[in-house]
């Protein structure tokens, strides 16, 4: 029987020649990962057993992102936990204040994942590193803390559902839309468990910000993973960014799949997750009149320069929305300067939006853009869920960097079109 991609990973990682789904095996990491949330909670953890030093100080990243900058006391003592702990034990990827970033954007950007990789990460998101061939999840605090002890961890072969994905998508259609549409045809769980595998000629017409964003909100389906093949953009962004070695794994032809979906981008249209699921889709022509209070661009999911790209040519040259609180975050310093070189920051700014620092602060309704009752916000993130920006009463809807900057210069969920683009 043979392999799917995520499968033949992890066999490598195991010292297998071959795993079947369900078997459960004990794989070799070659990265583990925490933020200002979940890292000090691995660290008490090795405190409690006493178990002083890591596996490999090269193979551990911590990036304080989800409160920094520090909101109060108490982020303010997580960040410090983890500063500590990497001081003592010469953690090499530590980053913060200054060469920080949103830990799923920065990764990639820092050369620390590449194809063939297994990664860990006490963060759900983790599944990002999908784009570039590797198979990255999400775990909890605990199995980080094992993780940065042993260098290994547990897991159960997940099987796999396939998407092939075919022809090219539309003006204004991102990889946002791709993933939201998806996930709003199969559910959020509708992958459990299960690897998302991506393949197709149509993959061609993605860029790497598209993958990264597809990969991230694999978990919003449920999946263990996402993963898409190794192509030339893949080795274009590898060799641009890192000095690993890789290693490309490729489904047998034979591999089983639960289930196979044909996506044809070229039919898909701007796509927008109503509260309070990723799953409550509709295309943007189906959007009756819904005034919006906040539009979010940035996060893991939707920060990166081509979506910054994005956003400033459908807002250069026009004005907020009266009244409306437009707050935009690139995901790390390297792109926060390059939108400053383009002048993407300079259209954002005239047009009447702010440009936060690098956080994940709004996405989880942390800091620097909570919602009141009653209020609605337009964002680029990758959840919705009740109260995930602020208070139980509000509302968030998804959608791509395109929409989001259209919705912020009407007032209401638009898509470019309306405003003649």
Not at 94 to 101: C, P
Not at 169 to 181: E, N, Q
Request: with cysteine; glycine share 10%.
């Amino acid at each position: 029987m043979g392999m799917t991609m995520t499968q033949k990973i992890l066999a490598a990682h195991a010292g297998l020649n071959s795993v079947t789904a369900g078997q459960l095996i004990e794989a070799d990491l070659d990265l583990v990962l925490g933020n200002d949330v979940t890292a000090p909670v691995a660290i008490h953890e090795m405190e409690k057993v006493n178990k002083k030093g890591v596996f490999d100080k090269d193979k551990i990243a911590l990036v304080p992102d989800h409160f920094t900058p520090n909101k109060d006391i108490k982020s303010a003592e997580h960040c410090k936990c983890m500063r500590d702990f990497a001081s003592e034990f010469e953690i090499t990827n530590y980053f913060e204040i200054g060469e920080m970033g949103i830990e799923h954007a920065l990764l990639p950007e820092k050369g620390l994942v590449v194809a063939g990789d297994v990664v860990i990460g006490a963060d759900s998101h983790t599944c990002t590193y999908g784009a570039l061939g590797a198979f990255s999840t999400g775990v909890g605090s605990t199995d980080m803390a094992a993780g940065m002890v042993t260098g290994k961890a547990w897991f159960k072969v997940p099987s796999a559902l396939k998407f092939e994905l075919i022809g090219k998508p539309s003006k204004w259609v991102s990889g946002k839309d791709v993933i939201l549409h998806i996930i709003g045809m199969i559910g959020v769980d509708g992958a459990l468990y299960k690897s998302m595998e991506f393949v197709g000629d149509g993959i061609a017409n993605l860029s790497m910000d598209d993958r990264f964003t597809m990969a991230n909100m694999a978990i919003e389906a449920g999946a263990k993973n996402g993963i898409f093949p190794v192509d030339d953009k893949a080795v274009e962004y590898m060799k641009e960014h890192s000095k690993k070695e890789y290693i490309m794994y490729y489904a047998d032809e034979d591999a089983e799949y639960d289930e196979t979906y044909i996506i044809d981008l070229s039919a898909l249209k701007p796509t927008v997750a109503f509260p309070h699921l990723p799953e409550n889709t509709k295309t943007i022509d189906e959007v009756d009149e819904i005034k919006i209070d906040q539009v979010v661009i940035g996060s893991c999911t939707n920060g990166r320069i081509d979506d910054l790209r994005i956003a400033a040519k459908v807002m250069e040259g026009k004005k907020v929305a009266k009244g409306m609180r437009v707050i935009i975050f690139p995901a790390t310093q390297d792109i926060y300067l390059q939108a400053l070189e383009e002048g993407l920051l300079t259209t954002f700014i005239k047009a009447g939006a702010v440009v936060s620092t690098p956080t994940c602060g709004p996405c989880l309704g942390g800091h620097m853009g909570i919602l009141a009752a009653g209020e609605r916000a337009v964002a680029t993130t990758n959840r919705n869920f009740v109260g995930r920006m602020g208070h139980v009463d509000s509302e968030v809807y998804l959608a791509s960097p395109a929409v989001a900057a259209a919705s912020a210069i009407t007032g209401r969920i638009s898509g470019p079109g309306e405003l003649g683009l």
